[in-house]
């Protein structure tokens, strides 16, 4: 057998998000009210369901929030560009529709996926930061986080917990 027959191929980062593929039971944790030093957090359960498009080089998932006082679904849009090895991420949802404009643009690193954008936030500019963190086929997380003072210092306000549905 030839060396170039058993070499795996260099990974781009186009499967960095081969983990969430799939139906998850999800578990939210949000914060009420966010940059305003509030510790008070909502808690509900939702679904989501995400495949990949364009042949990889993209994916999409819908996620559904079951609160007390009603139901929301988002949406994701993740796409890869092989040339800079950067994914941009894209957010909407069922009551605010698109919700930024900016991609969060970021990558993978050691299992853990950090993607940044400069957002609106009542009428300032502010840093938002996704985390994403897999620590088992079956499980995941997702983090948001907003900055006011460039990236020194960060809130975390929305927290979701994912569990694979078989």
């Known amino acids: 057998m030839s060396e170039s027959s058993t070499t795996q191929p260099e990974q781009d980062g186009r499967a960095d998000f081969d983990f969430f593929m799939g139906k998850w039971k999800v578990h939210h ?11 008070e957090w909502e808690e509900c359960e939702g679904v989501a369901v995400a495949h ?20 929301t679904v988002g949406m994701t849009v993740r796409l890869f ?28 690193k050691d299992g853990r996926g950090e993607f940044y954008a400069c957002d609106p936030f009542e009428g300032k500019s502010i840093f938002s930061r996704y985390i994403w963190s897999s620590s088992s086929a079956t499980s995941c997380r997702w983090e948001q986080a907003f900055s006011e003072d460039a990236g020194k210092t960060w809130e975390s306000n929305w927290i979701m917990d994912f569990e694979r549905i078989s």
């Open 29 to 39: 944790r949000m914060l009420r009210k966010r940059l305003k030093g509030s510790q």
């Open 52 to 71: 990949k498009v364009l042949n990889g080089l993209g994916n999409v998932d819908e996620i559904t929030v079951e609160r007390p006082s009603g139901s």
């Open 81 to 108: 560009d092989p040339a800079s090895r950067l994914w941009s991420l894209y957010w909407a949802d069922s009551v605010h529709g698109w919700n930024y404009h900016t991609a969060q643009l970021g990558a993978f």
